[in-house]
């Protein structure tokens, strides 16, 4: 009898344990899709208008464009 006791105790113990871990990454989840949502700076060429992240433009004199043929077309 006594061992029935133990192995509900075991079991109450390992459904406890496992309804903790659910909550648990559950909860990350929530957190995690903000950084990749983050917005990436946006910036705007300044011969077309086109917008394109800060990463990928190129630096001019008087701007950023979003290729080098419209940085030598804007500033001969
Ligand atoms: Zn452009």
């Known amino acids: 009898m006594k061992f029935l006791l133990f192995l509900a105790i075991v079991l109450l113990l390992v459904w406890l344990w496992r309804s903790g871990r659910r909550e648990t990454p559950s909860n990350d989840e929530e957190n995690r899709p903000a950084p990749?949502?983050?917005?990436?700076?946006?910036?705007?060429?300044?011969?077309?208008?086109?917008?394109?992240?800060?990463?990928?433009?190129?630096?001019?004199?008087i701007g950023l464009y979003c290729s080098s043929e419209h940085r030598q077309l804007a500033e001969p």
């Not at 990749?36 to 992240?53: F, S």
């Open 36 to 61: 990749p949502t983050d917005p990436q700076e946006m910036v705007r060429c300044a011969h077309c208008g086109v917008h394109l992240p800060r990463s990928d433009a190129m630096v001019g004199r």
